[in-house]
């Protein structure tokens, strides 16, 4: 570079001031900025004087500001920004990120600060969030099933029936001064360690847990016993994330509120130890038959192990391939030697002592006993309590299961274990089901009620609760087929036939009231008419002729004979003349449930509904007790903490005139003296009752009463195990070409009623009066001649005496019904068919129910082979309803 140029330029005169202007000049020399400077050769535009020392011009010229204004690189903010923002600095952002300043990829490199600040926001944001949530949850109240005990059940007499209840949870709550410290600290060491240091969480053990799962080790929770505490007490056991972050939450506030002591407590008396038992004392039981006061410490340590995983831990083994009794043991054994080695390293337990149990050996529980307080009928009796319980009080199933109740019911031992008796023998005598596979699958169910009271003093709901599960005295779906013909005639007798000439809604004084001597026809396939004598037809205007069993002509009838020998066409033609409606009325007066009856069909008349046995027995004892009704009940105090809670009202309402039910009852007394329920006499003891039998010969029934005690039995097939539930036939079963009500239930039925009423009193029913008119239903003669008297066909060398107020009546002959799933077979209690029925088996056979000195009986309820096509079964109610809609 030439010399001149480094010179300033030599001042030409004009003293101090010309200096001063010189000096003000652009120095001669390098790059000299634009700054409102003469115009540069060629670019048309001023420079201005650089102003700052040489290092910031170096500074600028490495930034590629260039010199004389030149254009900085792509990038770069060049002189006109340097223009228009007057050369100030540019504005700082909050976060510098990407870094302002910086080139390539260090421009994404995050400062010290940064990363300090991230993590202090962070680690802030964390700490409020916790704080706030903590500040908003609320320790809910506890989990109903955490303070569960067991209910106390009592028999009518007031001794003690079992302890049971409480849900399936086996639980006796014991406060933490009856629990041993062998058993605290046992639980403590192997569990939680610093747990009374802790907060309710342990940070540390939590992450011990995770990077153990990592590991791919063996699954721990990381979880306190507050946790633990929490989430048995206050939670549910789902496991979510949502349920864990508040399990967090609630531990540490219970961990800061709440006495470790009554954590501990509450702990122990919640934790499941397996063997059903859900708390301490039931575990102490379960394994050692005795009270927790009185566990060693060798045993503590080993219900602490069971805590780790019950199924596991069993000596006696556990369900799946990884719990046997000799996995289990080694398993134990183990697991119980860490624990009080464990109970050493924490300072719970002197090495000296812990070698004094190890040195005794491993403290084998006792082997497992299996759940007796539900055996028998035992399950079913309290299962109906509590039933009645929620159903009838302010109780809710919740609290019902928390347990702590006094449950008194209305069951009389001694009835519920003759019941039973009676069921046994005759199942045992007749029923071989290694021998005939038709013998499987056969079920009983049973129910006795009292008159007067509605106490269900005895149920049979099947052989075992423990392995049969559905209690059949209560709602099974079974049809009850002929023992609802009494409800037809008590409308009959209450509200009476209709008047042809007027409509279908006729009150009570334009109808003519019924006499059970009115005279119907008996006939088979009978053209079933309105009340006005038109012939009915179904949807599609076809007729129906209804069938007797056997189709059997029976000719002209009373209403009383047909009765006595089950005959259908006059009762399904007495409930069109009646109104089936009415129908209805009277049997839902008489006690039955209205979701448990049949829609209205014609054959509804004829038994498609399927109420329960406690309901049919209560429904005659309204009958036994003279139109009086009662709904039946099973417990008649409830009591906690010897306060009570839920005490039996009696109420009762007049379903029928007590002549009425009088007239019914002489009726129903006729079947068991002279039909075909004579296997039900009880000797001197009157009796009134009816056999019923349903379509296909899939159940039969046997109701009856006298006027202390109302029991009805019924008897069906099904198999549990199907995957398509159904009732199937009993032709055959014990031995016998079919299954009436007068056979096994009937005799089941005296059985149980002989051993019931040994040593009361015999008592007589109320007399009737007379009532009604003696009608003449359709096609019947005004003056029907006198019939002989009936004799049994099974047993022509017996004469059958006619009750003394029936009319004589034609001879009945055995009868047949057809098979349910026949696609014909649509209409009626008592349709029948050739091939078969409950009448018997192939066509021409005879069959029926021997009835004894009467007749012979075969019901059915559900089907006919003259139903119309296109009518459906189902509609009738209960598991196979009718055919009408």
Partial sequence: MSEHRRKPPQPQGGGRAAARRAAQQPTPGRRAAPRGGPTLPGRGRTEEPRTGSRAEARRADRRGAGPGGRRRPPGGAG???????????????????????????????????????????????????????????????????????????????????????????????????????????AVISAENASFYKDWGVDPMGIARAVVKMAQGGETQSGSTITQQ????????????????????LISVKVGATQDKHDILAGYLNTAYYGRGAYGIQAAARAYYDKDCADLTPSESAYLAATLN?????????????????????????????????????????????????????????????????????????????????????????????????????????????????????????????????????????????????????????????????????????????????????????????????????????????????????????????MYNGTVWHDQDGREWHQKNDGDEDKGLISLRTAMQFSVNTPYIQLGMDVGTDLVREAALAAGLDKEQLASITPTFSLGTSAPSAIRLAGAYATFADSGRQIDPYSVEKVEKDGKPVYQHEKKSTQAFSANVANNVTDVLKTVVEAGTGTAAKLGARPVAGKTGTTDGNRSAWFAGYTPQLSTAIGMYRVDPNAKNQQFLSMRGVGGKPTIHGASFPAEIWA???????????????????????????????????PAPSASPSASP?????????????????????????????????????????????????????????????????????QMPPGQSRRQGGGLFGGPFG
Wanted: charged fraction near 20%; glycine fraction near 14%; proline fraction near 8%.
């Fill in 79 to 185: 002189p006109g920004r340097a223009r228009r923002d007057g050369g100030r600095p540019g504005k700082k952002r909050f976060i510098d990120y990407p870094r302002a300043g910086r080139a390539g990829w260090r421009r994404w490199i995050p400062s010290w600060r940064l990363v300090t600040g991230s993590i202090a926001s962070f680690i802030g944001l964390i700490v409020g969030t916790v704080g706030v949530a903590l500040a908003v949850v609320q320790v809910p109240s506890a989990q109903l099933a955490s303070k569960v005990q067991k209910n106390v059940y009592y028999w009518s007499d007031g001794k003690q029936m079992v302890v049971a209840g409480g849900g399936s949870l086996n639980r006796q709550i014991v406060p933490i001064s009856q629990i041993p410290m062998s058993m605290q600290n």
């Fill in 229 to 248: 505490f929490v989430k048995n007490t206050y939670l549910s056991q789902e496991q979510t994330l949502k349920r864990k972050a508040t399990e967090l």
């Fill in 309 to 529: 995983g019950p199924n596991l831990y069993d000596p006696y083994g556990g369900q799946g391939p990884a719990a046997t009794p000799e996995k289990n043991t080694k398993r134990a054994t183990d697991r119980w030697k860490w624990t009080l080695d464990r109970e050493v390293q924490v300072g719970h337990m002197e090495a000296a002592e812990r070698d004094k149990w190890v040195g005794q050996g491993f403290p084998q529980p006792q082997k497992p006993k299996p759940a007796t307080n539900r055996a028998g009928q035992i399950g079913y009796l309290t299962d109906l309590a509590d039933n009645y319980i929620t159903a009838h009080s302010t109780i809710s199933k919740g609290e019902l299961d928390k347990g702590g109740y006094q449950i008194y019911t209305t069951f009389d031992r001694k009835k519920v274990n003759a019941l039973a008796k009676s069921v046994e023998d005759v199942r045992k005598a007749n029923l071989k089901p290694d021998v005939r596979d038709v013998d499987k699958y056969v079920q009983f169910g049973g129910a006795s009620v009292e008159p007067g009271t509605g106490k269900i003093v005895a149920i049979y709901g099947g052989e075992n609760a423990l392995t049969h599960f559905t209690n059949n005295a209560d709602y099974t779906g079974v049809q009850v087929g002929s023992t609802f013909k009494p409800f037809v005639l008590a409308a009959a007798m209450t509200h009476g036939k209709r008047n042809p000439a007027l409509g279908a809604q006729q009150s009570d004084s334009q109808r003519t009231l019924v006499s059970p001597e009115s005279i119907y026809n008996g006939d088979n396939k009978l053209t079933l008419r």
């Fill in 751 to 785: 059985d149980y009623m002989g051993k019931a009423l040994k040593g009361t009193p015999i008592r007589q029913f109320d007399p009737p009066q007379p009532i009604g008119e003696k009608i003449f239903g359709d096609g019947a003669s005004p003056s029907p001649a």
């Fill in 797 to 865: 060398s017996e004469s059958a005496p006619a009750s003394p107020s029936a009319p004589p009546s034609p001879t009945p002959r055995p009868t047949r019904t057809c098979g349910l799933l026949d696609p014909r077979c649509r209409l009626g209690d008592h349709g029948h068919k050739d091939d078969g029925g409950p009448g018997g088996g192939p066509a021409g056979s005879t069959g029926g129910e021997p009835g004894g000195p009467g007749g012979q009986e075969g019901d059915s309820g559900g089907g006919d082979d």
